[in-house]
């Protein structure tokens, strides 16, 4: 990073003060500031700068938040297609570099393929030289050369952009070290990304993995091989000792990078908002140790933590949960052992519930059917956080928990992307990277809501 880029000077010098920013017009068109009627958010005040990392190796002054590409805002287009909202997105991360951020990580299947180039525009308005970009070979089900290449290709003209800081294999881990050799070394994907890196147009090598400690113990032994310079790993204080499904715990992953001083890059520090979104009971928890931070800030405190890690990934889809991230990590305040112990409680008493572990990644959709899986397993999580789950007829609550949740149920879902669809194919399961028995899940919702209806609930 050159120490003479003032963000703020030129995000002022280029007419992007009030964050009332169009697109170039020969990108996205530019909206009339007439019509426009976004307002400028409001300046932060802050206790400090942002907390930055150093890459051990190449010197990369790399900021601790970063931001995570998968869940840019969208709105409907003329046609009635979910689209993002490229204005809302420039202001976004407009806001993110102004206050220091400067690691923006995307992929090629993020917002059903949307996000690369939506990324692209918004970063493209200020100096390369200001901001890290991220993102991954995705080649999940066709991992042909062909393929393969022309995803790597697309992403440089989604990005506008002549090198790659940060390259990820992406998700290797749960189909084990065959799948893996599949989709990069057979077809000489990953010595071609070598290549690549030695000549400049990747800057860093690394993957994302999903898996359990063995897995992860297969690509560490080829470490010195490839030499990855960096490696993304699911951690927060759930995960830190409490991993579910086929997820290794967190604290394994990052003390195995930590012997061979392989900087991390975290993911789901949030586990998909289900941090944020806690019981109630939790949360005055948390807000009574820390009256002064929110539910989130304890989880980011904690990712952020270990001294390994070079970045925490937070999928800033508002300006609120922006700005909440900004004040947490402006400047970082590691948690100290008794912190730590408390959260490692918490994490136990949140095991109680039954939520059911989606992250909102999507990688289940599309569905051949319909369904809308990622909204209908996070309202079931919504009603379980909140207590909206009747469990007999003879429940003191039951009558209103059973109407909160049908009621909220057919808003959050359309009827006919509902949980009744689902014939149990199979095909969204072995996407998920929590490794979820999805139409289990599915089927046992719509049992339950169709109790609910007829009331039958014993």
């Keep these: 990073m050159k120490d003479n880029i003032n963000r703020r000077e030129f995000l002022k010098s280029a007419g992007f003060a009030a964050l009332g920013i ?13 019509s426009d009627k976004r307002k400028a958010p409001a300046p932060m005040d ?6 930055y990392r150093t890459h051990p190796e190449n010197g990369d002054k790399v900021s601790i938040l970063g931001y995570g590409c998968m869940r840019w805002p969208m709105i409907k287009d003329s046609d009635g297609k979910d689209i993002i909202d490229q204005e809302t997105t420039n202001q976004l ?17 993020y917002l059903q393929g949307q996000s690369e180039k939506a990324t692209g525009i918004a970063l493209k308005r200020h100096p390369r030289e200001s901001y890290f970009i991220a993102t991954k070979l995705s080649n999940f089900s066709n991992y042909t050369r062909e393929n393969s290449l022309e995803m790597y290709y697309k992403s440089f003209e989604n990005l506008q952009t002549d090198y790659i800081d940060y390259y990820l294999l992406h998700s290797i881990g749960g189909g084990g070290i ?8 057979e077809n000489g994907m990953l010595d071609f990304l070598m290549e690549e890196r030695k000549a400049g147009r990747i800057r860093n090598l690394g993957f994302s993995f999903h898996g359990n400690s063995e897995a992860f113990d297969q690509f560490m032994d080829l470490h010195e091989k490839y030499h990855w310079d960096f490696v ?62 929110s539910v989130a800030s304890w989880a980011f405190r904690f990712a952020g933590t270990p001294k390994g890690v070079l970045c925490v990934l937070s999928g800033m889809t508002y300006m609120e949960h922006l700005q909440d991230n ?13 912190e730590l112990e408390f959260l490692d409680e918490t994490a136990v008493l949140m095991q109680k519930y039954p939520t059911i572990p989606c992250n909102d990644c999507k990688y289940c959709m599309p569905c051949t059917y319909g369904i809308d899986i990622p909204a209908i397993l996070l309202h079931y999580n919504k009603c379980v956080n909140e207590g909206n789950m009747a469990q007999s007829r003879s429940d003191a609550n039951y009558s209103k928990a059973r109407r909160a949740y049908l009621v909220s149920y057919d808003r959050a879902v359309p009827k006919l992307r509902q949980a ?8 969204c399961t072995s996407h998920c990277p929590q490794s979820i028995d999805i139409p289990k899940e599915i089927h046992k919702i719509d049992r339950y809501v169709e109790a609910l209806r007829a009331d039958t609930l014993k």
Excluded at 93 to 109: H, K, L, M, Q
Excluded at 331 to 338: A, H, R
Excluded at 420 to 427: E, K
């Design 22 to 34: 169009c697109t170039i017009a020969s990108i996205s068109g530019c909206a009339n500031s007439s």
């Design 46 to 51: 802050l206790d400090g700068e942002m907390t």
């Design 93 to 109: 991360v407009d806001y993110a570099i102004e206050y220091g951020v400067n690691y923006f990580d995307t992929s090629p299947v």
């Design 178 to 185: 065959e799948h893996f050799n599949a989709r990069y070394v």
């Design 232 to 293: 993304q790993i699911q951690l927060n204080y759930m995960d830190w000792k409490h991993a579910t499904g086929r997820n290794a715990n967190a604290e394994y992953l990052q003390q195995e990078l930590d012997k061979r001083g392989i900087p991390s890059i975290i993911m789901e520090p949030l586990l998909g908002g289900r941090l944020s979104k806690v019981p109630d009971h939790i949360a005055d928890r948390l807000l009574e140790r820390n009256p002064e931070g």
């Design 326 to 338: 900004l004040k947490t990590y402006s400047p970082l305040v590691p948690l100290n052992e008794d």
């Design 420 to 427: 009744a669809r689902c014939i149990g194919c199979g095909q």
